[in-house]
């Protein structure tokens, strides 16, 4: 690399810290807002859902630690291609996998697994944490990022499959008529929406007070 | 100098202030409102009673529970909720389940109104969230309708006249009412199946008239919306043939004149420039009869309305009148 590395004062990172910061003050979903899109699709069961966020924590953690390893061999002229490059490989890892392991999930969301190429936040990941840090802290914060994109698509789910069908991973809980409109797609965005208001206003009041008195 | 004092009183402005408020608003929109309640009740009887104010009740509590447990001052006196509650119930059919106008009135309170910010803020019409949410909630209990048969204890289901005139064509409709003139009357009256008050179009029309006459509204939006279902009704609701359609029946049936009298001109969620409430009012129109003739369900004034209120505000601003003087595009 010619360019000159410029030296931030440099923190101790913790990596108990990262993943907070990927589950509560930089949740994929609830704050940043991005790939919304699998959070209304897939969040109609919660199985799905989960799957798909088990998927997406090991594509974020595994890209990461890919990138953070490879970071002083991608040239940043061309590090965007070779940054999808890597993603695609390790969504095509998790794509076969599900493929043989789990038929029946794989045949509803088979089309949003491949889809994670796509995702905003693990590029967004490669291109602001992993490439710039070592292979651990990358690892940290792909797990962090993970499990927070993990942990929103499991409340949506959870939500929307009590509500939408009266049952949890399939099994029947509730026998009254369920909300038919939570398992539509204009029910995953009331979800996603109520839920992020929901999670702020957590953040708001709780969170961030207990961290000023610091 | 002691005497000019007197006359001179110095304040900032506004200098003139009306009279009108939004409570004022409210109540007489409610007023206007009476007219195709009777006539619900009258077609619909006691059961129409019951879903009309349990909805309007359930409206009022929601509004007060909500702003008690946000510590806001409470508004459930300027009629704002009422009125929420009352139009939802009018779009209900009249044999639903009791929880049905509870549940729409929360939908329509909390989670448009509210969470939105309150009065002012919404930028959908409450009621009709309220409703669409049931109808995607529970198709088949809002789309059971009962016959208009009054007080007695057994009414029958059967189909609006816009569900027979989609499925079984304009024929069948007449087969039922007879001739051309008894079809026009009974839509006329509102003797008809359909949701409580908007079967009615001369109690609506009485209501909708006091408001325009009142200036509370302005012909603007109802006329647009009218006009352009009423044309492209004509031109093509025929079965095959263009210029064969019945304007008369499309306007009289289904939610149309209520929507286009009450809900469309909701201050809230339309524009307030004059040219931009006509463009809104032709979306609407266009919107409805795009679902009426082609689209999966037999009525469509509610999701056109829902659809052109996101446009609300930028058709406002599109047509915002511009500074005299002032080059397109230059700022003030």
Same mark, same amino acid.
């Given at each position: 690399?010619?360019?000159?590395?410029?030296?931030?004062?440099?923190?101790?990172?913790?990596?108990?810290?990262?993943?907070?910061?990927?589950?509560?003050?930089?949740?994929?979903?609830?704050?940043?807002?991005?790939?919304?899109?699998?959070?209304?699709?897939?969040?109609?069961?919660?199985?799905?859902?989960?799957?798909?966020?088990?998927?997406?924590?090991?594509?974020?953690?595994?890209?990461?630690?890919?990138?953070?390893?490879?970071?002083?061999?991608?040239?940043?002229?061309?590090?965007?291609?070779?940054?999808?490059?890597?993603?695609?490989?390790?969504?095509?890892?998790?794509?076969?996998?599900?493929?043989?392991?789990?038929?029946?999930?794989?045949?509803?969301?088979?089309?949003?697994?491949?889809?994670?190429?796509?995702?905003?936040?693990?590029?967004?990941?490669?291109?602001?944490?992993?490439?710039?840090?070592?292979?651990?802290?990358?690892?940290?914060?792909?797990?962090?990022?993970?499990?927070?994109?993990?942990?929103?698509?499991?409340?949506?789910?959870?939500?929307?499959?009590?509500?939408?069908?009266?049952?949890?991973?399939?099994?029947?809980?509730?026998?009254?008529?369920?909300?038919?409109?939570?398992?539509?797609?204009?029910?995953?965005?009331?979800?996603?929406?109520?839920?992020?208001?929901?999670?702020?206003?957590?953040?708001?009041?709780?969170?961030?007070?207990?961290?000023?008195?610091? | 100098?002691?005497?000019?004092?007197?006359?001179?009183?110095?304040?900032?402005?506004?200098?003139?202030?009306?009279?009108?408020?939004?409570?004022?608003?409210?109540?007489?929109?409610?007023?206007?409102?009476?007219?195709?309640?009777?006539?619900?009740?009258?077609?619909?009887?006691?059961?129409?009673?019951?879903?009309?104010?349990?909805?309007?009740?359930?409206?009022?509590?929601?509004?007060?529970?909500?702003?008690?447990?946000?510590?806001?001052?409470?508004?459930?006196?300027?009629?704002?909720?009422?009125?929420?509650?009352?139009?939802?119930?009018?779009?209900?059919?009249?044999?639903?389940?009791?929880?049905?106008?509870?549940?729409?009135?929360?939908?329509?309170?909390?989670?448009?109104?509210?969470?939105?910010?309150?009065?002012?803020?919404?930028?959908?019409?409450?009621?009709?969230?309220?409703?669409?949410?049931?109808?995607?909630?529970?198709?088949?209990?809002?789309?059971?309708?009962?016959?208009?048969?009054?007080?007695?204890?057994?009414?029958?289901?059967?189909?609006?006249?816009?569900?027979?005139?989609?499925?079984?064509?304009?024929?069948?409709?007449?087969?039922?009412?007879?001739?051309?003139?008894?079809?026009?009357?009974?839509?006329?009256?509102?003797?008809?199946?359909?949701? *409580? !008050?908007?079967?009615? %179009? @001369? #109690?609506?029309?009485? /209501? +909708?008239?006091?408001? =325009?006459?009142? &200036?509370?509204?302005?012909?603007?939006?109802?006329?647009?919306? *009218? !006009?352009?279902?009423? %044309? @492209? #009704?004509?031109?093509? /609701? +025929?079965?095959?043939? =263009?210029?064969? &359609?019945?304007?008369?029946?499309?306007?009289?049936?289904?939610?149309?004149?209520?929507?286009?009298?009450?809900?469309?001109?909701?201050?809230?969620?339309?524009?307030?420039?004059?040219?931009?409430?006509?463009?809104?009012?032709?979306?609407?129109?266009?919107?409805?009869?795009?679902?009426?003739?082609?689209?999966?369900?037999?009525?469509?004034?509610?999701?056109?309305?829902?659809?052109?209120?996101?446009?609300?505000?930028?058709?406002?601003?599109?047509?915002?009148?511009?500074?005299?003087?002032?080059?397109?595009?230059?700022?003030?």
């Amino acid at each position: 690399m010619s360019e000159e590395v410029i030296k931030l004062p440099q923190e101790k990172i913790r990596y108990r810290d990262l993943i907070i910061n990927g589950i509560v003050s930089e949740n994929t979903i609830f704050k940043l807002a991005i790939s919304l899109c699998p959070a209304i699709a897939v969040t109609n069961s919660l199985r799905n859902g989960f799957l798909m966020g088990i998927a997406v924590l090991f594509v974020q953690t595994m890209v990461n630690i890919t990138v953070a390893a490879f970071r002083r061999f991608i040239h940043p002229r061309i590090r965007l291609p070779i940054f999808m490059l890597i993603i695609s490989g390790w969504v095509s890892v998790t794509d076969m996998t599900m493929a043989a392991f789990a038929r029946e999930a794989y045949k509803q969301m088979g089309l949003y697994i491949q889809l994670i190429v796509a995702f905003a936040s693990i590029l967004a990941r490669a291109e602001m944490f992993a490439s710039k840090n070592k292979i651990a802290p990358s690892m940290f914060d792909g797990i962090g990022m993970g499990l927070g994109f993990l942990f929103a698509l499991t409340v949506i789910s959870f939500f929307r499959e009590l509500l939408g069908r009266g049952s949890l991973w399939g099994l029947q809980i509730v026998n009254t008529k369920p909300l038919l409109i939570m398992i539509l797609p204009a029910g995953g965005f009331l979800a996603v929406g109520i839920l992020m208001a929901f999670f702020n206003w957590i953040d708001a009041r709780y969170l961030k007070r207990a961290s000023s008195h610091h | 100098m002691e005497a000019i004092k007197e006359k001179l009183i110095v304040s900032v402005s506004p200098h003139v202030r009306t009279e009108e408020s939004v409570s004022r608003i409210m109540w007489t929109v409610n007023l206007a409102l009476l007219p195709a309640t009777v006539m619900a009740i009258y077609f619909f009887g006691i059961r129409a009673l019951y879903v009309l104010s349990l909805s309007v009740m359930s409206a009022v509590f929601f509004e007060w529970a909500f702003e008690k447990f946000t510590k806001r001052p409470v508004t459930i006196s300027d009629g704002s909720a009422f009125l929420t509650g009352l139009l939802l119930g009018m779009n209900l059919p009249s044999g639903v389940p009791f929880y049905l106008p509870v549940i729409g009135s929360f939908v329509a309170i909390v989670i448009t109104k509210h969470l939105f910010g309150g009065l002012g803020y919404n930028i959908f019409n409450p009621a009709l969230i309220g409703r669409a949410f049931l109808l995607l909630t529970w198709p088949r209990i809002m789309t059971t309708w009962l016959e208009p048969s009054g007080f007695t204890v057994d009414a029958k289901t059967t189909a609006t006249p816009l569900m027979i005139l989609k499925e079984e064509g304009i024929g069948r409709l007449l087969e039922l009412f007879g001739d051309k003139a008894n079809l026009y009357i009974h839509l006329f009256t509102g003797q008809r199946a359909g949701s *409580l !008050g908007e079967t009615s %179009v @001369i #109690a609506i029309l009485i /209501g +909708g008239l006091f408001l =325009l006459w009142r &200036g509370y509204i302005t012909w603007h939006i109802p006329l647009s919306f *009218l !006009g352009t279902s009423a %044309v @492209i #009704a004509w031109v093509f /609701g +025929g079965k095959g043939v =263009l210029f064969t &359609g019945d304007p008369l029946i499309h306007l009289m049936s289904g939610g149309m004149m209520i929507g286009a009298f009450f809900m469309a001109t909701d201050y809230v969620t339309s524009p307030m420039v004059r040219k931009a409430q006509i463009i809104f009012g032709i979306g609407c129109g266009f919107l409805t009869m795009l679902i009426r003739l082609k689209g999966g369900y037999p009525e469509g004034v509610m999701f056109a309305i829902l659809i052109m209120n996101c446009f609300a505000p930028l058709l406002d601003r599109a047509f915002k009148t511009r500074v005299f003087g002032a080059r397109k595009g230059q700022k003030k």
